[in-house]
């Protein structure tokens, strides 16, 4: 840019300054392709293997940018040698894109055919190619999962055609990037797990299945190796006799594949704005990551803000995850909503209308259990406009999933709104030999329940405010309130705490306290001599197959209660919901349970076993 500016009039040199946006397109392109693709195998229909991603390989393909760069110091490097002639490109000159065709259909492909083949002979297999292959399942950003000497080949066999062009004189603007975002695309498409050509392109021109591959056709090349070697054009398998037998029928099968049916459900929501990055769909690397945020999101707040726009206005549920577990398919759908939408009265109508859809789309799908995640659970109306008990008068209350039900009372799939193997996990986190908790924050309906089993069990729970001693004292029975404490003292180092803990509450604590949350969403950790617990979690067992990102700020294969409770639901065959403020499974059973479906506690360094 700086030598742009600059240099005279005269000297200036459009295409060396278009370098950079052409790497950013390229970046652009293939992130569209990786969320679109997810997005489609998520949905189950038309994809081609029907296996799940983990998270190795979601840590070897997560640079996949770095060809892009080497391209780009390699063309930074191209343009200064004056025989190429770069400078001053035109913008477009039909002879050199038609030259660039040719060249690509003829040398490019002929050579890149043998040189693949080459690569499949065991000496230079093992040694550089079965990194590639290690992707049995392939997304779109596969394709360029390399050693850096065979980017290096590729780089020479691509450069072929736009070389020709520079020296023939015939290169434009248009032919180089259009001719780089074409291999972009085949690439990303032969990659995609998703079957998207239909049947009537081929009917439409016959000889086009043997200039074009197809998703399904590539495919196989991962599956049985020693078939369909060629790039984008299949006819060289076709005169070498490489064609591998099954393509035709992978592609038809392919094609009719339909939706998977629907066992759990898990309805989901966008938190922070940042969120929608560390979606399965958006950026594949931060999306194995607990959800934390990032400096550089700073500089596609464009970006954000009018994905937050669209949602505002509208927006429609959409699949985010899909699982298989025991004989169980799973599948999480994300309400496009944000945290701070839940808490906006002009919202509320919109997300629960959006909630209800999703029930009983679920319903329609033979969905066995569904359960409410994060915020999916607050509350819809007012407990004074529903004439519930006097307690919860005036106040807006979280009512579980109550409302759907009594709304679609002949509702098949169960709702399941996991607090009681929230209260579970809660109590299993609190070290042995303790005899006395606090308990802050938002009384919720796992807090009554912890409240409750706490005070049966002969420990106490102390709070540190009035009007929360009251209401939980009107939950408990008589024999349960007298472990029930209402103090000012900050000597107590096992802190429960739920969303609206006070920051100078946290200060008073004594130090070395454990602050166990109960809540959805992760205190703010304001002390570093005090241990914090991961809100209510169990790690999964290892048979739970294509989990390959983080749920929001749990680490990897480490599921919320919530979500997990509806599993379990389903495993065990339970026929009723447990949902609505005075509904709750036995906290016990729920637990024993889960262990025994091979979930485990959650332990933390800090936190003996």
Request: charged content about 20%; proline content about 4%.
């Amino acid at each position: 840019m700086y030598s742009f500016v600059k240099k005279d009039k005269s000297e200036r040199e459009l295409s060396y300054l278009l370098i950079l946006p052409i790497l950013l397109w390229r970046m652009l392109h293939n992130q569209i392709w990786i969320s679109l693709s997810r997005y489609w195998t998520g949905k189950f229909k038309n994809s081609i293997i029907d296996k799940g991603l983990e998270f190795e390989q979601v840590d070897r393909e997560r640079n996949w940018d770095d060809q892009i760069l080497l391209n780009g110091i390699l063309f930074y490097l191209g343009s200064g040698i004056k025989a190429f002639g770069t400078s001053h490109l035109p913008l477009c000159r039909i002879d050199g894109i038609l030259t660039t065709v040719l060249i690509h259909a003829g040398p490019v492909e002929f050579l890149y055919y043998w040189f693949h083949r080459a690569l499949h002979h065991h000496y230079l297999y093992s040694r550089y190619h079965s990194h590639h292959h290690s992707s049995i399942v392939t997304e779109p950003i596969t394709a360029v999962i390399h050693p850096f000497a065979e980017h290096i080949i590729y780089f020479m066999l691509f450069a072929i055609p736009m070389v020709a062009t520079l020296l023939a004189g015939t290169a434009s603007i248009v032919s180089i990037a259009g001719y780089l975002t074409y291999v972009d695309f085949m690439n990303n498409l032969g990659h995609c797990n998703y079957e998207l050509i239909p049947k009537w392109v081929f009917s439409l021109f016959p000889p086009l299945k043997y200039l074009m591959y197809t998703p399904s056709f590539h495919s196989l090349h991962h599956t049985q190796f020693r078939t369909n070697y060629s790039l984008f054009m299949p006819f060289y398998d076709y005169i070498y006799g490489t064609m591998d037998k099954s393509t035709d029928e992978l592609y038809e099968t392919s094609l009719k594949r339909e939706a998977e049916s629907l066992d759990v459900l898990h309805l989901t929501h966008l938190t922070t704005p940042e969120s929608i990055y560390h979606l399965r769909l958006g950026f594949a690397s931060l999306a194995s990551r607990p959800l934390t945020s990032k400096w550089y999101l700073w500089l596609i707040w464009p970006a954000t803000l009018w994905s937050m726009m669209v949602t505002w206005l509208y927006g429609r549920t959409f699949v985010v995850e899909r699982h298989r577990y025991s004989k169980l398919r799973l599948q999480t759908w994300a309400i496009p909503k944000y945290s701070i939408q839940y808490f906006l009265q002009s919202q509320k109508k919109s997300i629960s209308s959006l909630i209800e859809d999703a029930i009983l789309d679920a319903e329609e799908r033979g969905a066995k259990v569904l359960s409410l995640g994060l915020l999916n659970q607050a509350a819809h109306t007012s407990a004074k406009l529903l004439g519930l008990h006097s307690m919860l008068q005036g106040e807006e209350f979280n009512r579980y999933g109550e409302v759907y039900v009594e709304r679609n009372p002949k509702l098949n799939v169960k709702i399941v709104d996991g607090s009681s193997l929230a209260v579970a996990v809660v109590l299993n986190s609190i070290p042995k030999g303790t005899t006395q908790v606090v308990l802050r924050g938002k009384l919720t309906k796992v807090a009554y329940g912890l409240a409750f089993t706490l005070c049966q069990r002969g420990i106490q729970v102390v709070t540190l405010h009035e009007h929360e001693y009251l209401k939980l004292k009107k939950w408990l029975n008589n024999e349960s309130e007298s472990n029930l404490v209402l103090s000012r003292n900050y000597a107590q180092k096992i802190w429960l705490v739920g969303d609206g803990l006070y920051e100078e509450e946290q200060q008073k604590a004594q130090k070395g306290t454990l602050f166990i949350p109960f809540s959805h969403f992760p205190p703010k950790q304001l002390r570093k001599d005090c241990s914090y617990h991961s809100t209510p979690a169990m790690v999964i067992p290892k048979s739970l197959e294509n989990l390959h990102s983080c749920e929001n700020w749990l680490p990897r294969r480490v599921m919320s209660a919530w979500r997990i409770a509806a599993i379990v639901h389903a495993l065990e065959g339970w026929n009723e919901h447990e949902c609505g403020l005075y509904t709750m499974s036995d906290v016990e059973k729920v637990w024993q349970a889960s262990l025994g479906h091979g979930f485990q506690p959650l332990v933390f360094p800090t936190q003996s076993k």
